[in-house]
């Protein structure tokens, strides 16, 4: 079966500090990889995606992501946490019609 | 947490009607959101819909396209009405649990328009 799996459900990174949210796949054919960001009372918010080309995607509000096809991951990173980047985190796998989401990783930043 | 019925799971309609998506959620949930995704496209929310309130419409969405119901804390449609090949996507619902900070998905519905 087709998965997507967020293996951690919460990250805690100090403030300034480099934070990596993962994600591995599990995905027929070459998926399309999204990452998306949701804050309380909101949907979700695109952050990027990988489609083909650059294993390495950069997205919204400093993040980036490695496609690692031999590892099946695409873990998304950012070079300095920020507070506000404190929210639930999600993983995305696209396969033809199938949308497959990771459960989530909630991202705590302290100051 | 929360288990999402979404129904259909997938339909091939013609142009110029109108389908309605059911979402059924086995808990009761405050907020529900509903999006769209084309192949190789992010997910897009359409709209935001509270229970007892007009549904809160996203930017180059309207409610007279895609009017939405939620007679209660545990339901929601999404209709696409005067369907064109263009509306042809994935349609999702997703609710929010705002306790635990997580949220759910529904099925999805694939949504062909000929």
């Known amino acids: 079966a087709q998965s997507v799996a967020q293996p951690e459900d919460q990250v805690n990174v100090a403030e300034g500090n480099p934070l990596t949210v993962k994600c591995t796949y599990s995905?027929?054919?070459?998926?399309?990889l999204f990452w998306y960001v949701q804050y309380p009372n909101r949907g979700l918010q695109f952050l990027l995606k990988?489609?083909?080309?650059?294993?390495l995607v950069k997205g919204s509000y400093g993040f980036e992501a490695e496609f690692n096809k031999s590892q099946t991951s695409f873990h998304l990173k950012k070079p300095s946490a920020l507070v506000s980047d404190s929210a639930l985190y999600f993983c995305?796998?696209?396969?033809?019609?199938?949308?497959?989401f990771g459960k989530g990783t909630t991202l705590s930043v302290s100051s | 947490s929360a288990v999402i019925s979404q129904k259909p799971s997938r339909d091939i309609c013609q142009r110029g009607t109108s389908l309605t998506i059911q979402c059924q959620v086995d808990?009761?949930?405050?907020?529900m959101f509903w999006y769209r995704q084309q192949p190789g496209q992010s997910l897009t929310l359409i709209a935001t819909?509270?229970?007892?309130?007009?549904?809160?419409?996203e930017s180059g969405f309207v409610i007279d396209k895609f009017p939405i119901s939620r007679p209660n804390l545990t339901f929601s449609t999404l209709t696409v009405s005067n369907m064109s090949p263009e509306d042809s996507s994935i349609y999702l619902c997703?609710?929010?649990?705002?306790?635990?900070?997580?949220?759910?998905f529904g099925q999805g519905t694939r949504l062909t328009v000929v």
């Open positions: 997703s609710v929010e649990d705002r306790v635990n900070t997580e949220a759910f």
């Open positions: 995905v027929s054919g070459n998926p399309y």
């Open positions: 990988y489609i083909t080309g650059d294993n």
């Open positions: 995305e796998g696209q396969a033809g019609t199938a949308l497959i």
């Open positions: 808990s009761q949930v405050t907020m």
């Open positions: 819909a509270n229970q007892g309130s007009e549904a809160t419409y």
